[in-house]
C-alpha cells in the first residue's frame, strides 16, 4: 500500500540516481496500475512478430493489463491489430492465445465481424441500426521489418518511425518475415515487470549464474573494469575489444550494420543495439556455439555473423543469430508477475528434425530463463522485506540497468505531470 509519505509523486520524485528503486516500484498494487497507465497503455510495446499469423485468418492475441488486443492477417495478407471486445455490450471475442477464423463471430449473440473490423453481421438489431459504426476499434500497430509493436494511446509516441528507421537496416538482413516460429515458451516470473527488465539489462549475474549462456557470449563483453582484472583477464579484454572492432568493420563491408546505438534513456521510445562476436565457433547461441539449424537465416552464406541484439523500453529485448532469432517480450501481470514471452525464429524452410533439432536450439536460452526467473523471484521477496533499502548500481556493469531505471522514472514524471 502507499502511504501518505509514499505517494506516486514523493517516489517518483524522490528516485536516488545510481540505485535500484524504492520497495513500492516493486511491490505496491496502485504502482503497478500507474505503470499499466503511465507505461504500457501509452507507450509501443513489442507483442510477437508477423509470422505469428502466417496465413489470413490467423489470430493471435495479446493480453496487456486489462487490455485485450487482437493481431490478425486479413484477407489482403495485412496485418491488424483489434481491441479484443465486441462492440455490443463487450464480450471478449477470442481467449485463445492462437485461433484461425474464417470471420470473428461473437459467441454471445452471434455479431460478426470480418478481418477487416468491419462489422458484417448484427441479428435482430432493427431497421434503424446502423453497422458502420460499430466495427472493432483499431489499435495502433507497427511492423519493425516483421517485429510487431502496439500502442494502446490515442496518440502514440511519434519518435517509432524515427526508431524504426534507423534499425530497419540492422533487422532487415535476417528476414523475420521469412521465418517461423520453431518454438515458443510462455514462463510466469515470480516479480515485478521491472525486475525483469533490470536483470536483462545487465550481465553482471551471467558469470555466477548463467552457465549455459555464459559459452556462446564472450565473457569480456559484460564491462568489467580494467583496475579490477587480473593480467590475463585483461588481456583477454583487450583481444575481445580488438575482435570486435575487425568484426564490426568486417560485417559493416557485408552490409550489417553493427556498431552500438544507445539511446535508452534519451528518448520516449528507447533502444540499444550492438552486433557483437560470440565465443568459441563463434556462429550462434547454442552449447557447441555451431549453428542449430542447417539452413541459415535471410542470404547468408557465411555462418560468423556474431548476434545482433536489440533492446527496447518498456519491455523486449532480442537476439538475431545467422541461423536463427530469439526474440523475447516481458508482460506485466500484476505487480509480483511478469510473462516472459520468448519465440525461437528459424528459417520457414526449415524441417524439424532433419534441419534443426529443438532441444539443441532452445537449450541455451531455456536455461538462461529458467535462471533469470529464479533470480527476479528472490529480488522481488527480497523488495517485500521490511529490511529491503535501494543498492548502489556498478558504474562498471550496470550502466543500463541505470538507464532503464532512468527512463522509467522519467516516463512517470511526464505522467505526473501531464
Ligand atoms: O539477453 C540479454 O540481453 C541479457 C544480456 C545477457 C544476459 N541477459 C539476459
Ligand atoms: Fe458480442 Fe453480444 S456481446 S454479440
Ligand atoms: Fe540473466
Known amino acids: 500500500m502507499l ?46 512478430i508477423e509470422p505469428d499469423v502466417p496465413e489470413p485468418g490467423d489470430v493471435a492475441t495479446v493480453n496487456i493489463g486489462k487490455a485485450s488486443v487482437l493481431i490478425i492477417r486479413d484477407d489482403d495478407n495485412q496485418v491488424r491489430a483489434f481491441h479484443n471486445v465486441c462492440r455490443h455490450r463487450g464480450a471478449r ?8 477464423v474464417g470471420n470473428l463471430v461473437c459467441r454471445y449473440h452471434s455479431w460478426t465481424y470480418g478481418l477487416d473490423g468491419r462489422l458484417m453481421h448484427a441479428p435482430h438489431m432493427g431497421a434503424d441500426f446502423d453497422a458502420s459504426c460499430k466495427g472493432l476499434k483499431p489499435v495502433h500497430l507497427r511492423s519493425l521489418e516483421g517485429l510487431l509493436f502496439i500502442c494502446l494511446a ?40 521491472k525486475l525483469t527488465i533490470e536483470n536483462n ?32 583477464d585483461l588481456e583477454n579484454a583487450q583481444r575481445y575489444d580488438a575482435l570486435r572492432k575487425t568484426s564490426h568493420a568486417e560485417w559493416e563491408s557485408m ?16 533502444f540499444r543495439t550492438e552486433r557483437l562476436p560470440l565465443d568459441g565457433d563463434g556462429e550462434s547461441h ?44 516481458a508482460l506485466p501481470l500484476d505487480e509480483g508477475h511478469t510473462l516472459v514471452r520468448t519465440k525461437w525464429l528459424v528459417n520457414k524452410d526449415a524441417v524439424e528434425g532433419v534441419d534443426y533439432d529443438i532441444a539443441n536450439l532452445i537449450e541455451v536460452w531455456t536455461a538462461t530463463n529458467q535462471q533469470d526467473a529464479a533470480l527476479v523471484e528472490m529480488c522481488q521477496r527480497g523488495a517485500e522485506n521490511p529490511a529491503y533499502e535501494p543498492g548502489p548500481y556498478s558504474p562498471n556493469t550496470e550502466m543500463l540497468v541505470e538507464k532503464f531505471q532512468r527512463w522509467y522514472i522519467g516516463r512517470m514524471a511526464a505522467y505526473l505531470g501531464s
Not at 471475442?93 to 484461425?100: G, M, R, W
Not at 539489462?201 to 583496475?227: D, I, K, Q, S, W
Request: charged letters at 25%; hydrophobic letters at 35%; a negative charge.
Open 255 to 270: 552490409g550489417l550494420p553493427s556498431r552500438e546505438i544507445e539511446e535508452l534513456d534519451s528518448r520516449v521510445t528507447g
Open 286 to 329: 547454442t552449447m557447441d556455439t555451431r549453428a542449430a539449424c542447417r539452413i541459415p537465416l535471410g542470404a547468408f552464406t557465411n555462418a560468423k555473423l556474431g548476434g545482433l541484439s536489440f533492446w527496447t523500453q518498456p519491455n523486449s529485448w532480442h537476439h538475431f543469430l545467422g541461423d536463427h532469432i530469439v526474440t523475447f517480450s
Open 93 to 100: 471475442l477470442i481467449d485463445e492465445e492462437k485461433a484461425t
Open 3 to 48: 502511504t501518505k509519505a509514499h505517494t506516486l509523486e514523493a517516489l517518483v520524485h524522490g528516485r536516488k540516481p545510481g540505485h535500484s528503486l524504492d520497495a513500492p516500484f516493486y511491490t505496491s498494487p496502485e504502482v503497478f496500475e500507474a505503470d499499466m497507465e503511465a507505461i504500457f497503455y501509452r507507450h509501443w510495446i513489442y507483442v510477437g
Open 201 to 232: 539489462r545487465e550481465c553482471y549475474h551471467c558469470e555466477a549464474n548463467h552457465p549455459e549462456l555464459t559459452v556462446p557470449l564472450f565473457a569480456y563483453g559484460f564491462g568489467f573494469a580494467p583496475e579490477e582484472m587480473d593480467p590475463l
Open 154 to 193: 490515442d496518440n502514440p509516441p511519434e519518435d517509432f518511425d524515427d526508431v524504426a528507421a534507423r534499425m530497419a537496416p540492422y533487422i532487415a538482413p535476417h528476414k523475420v518475415r521469412e521465418t517461423k516460429i520453431a518454438y515458443q515458451s510462455d514462463l510466469i516470473e515470480k516479480g515485478n515487470w
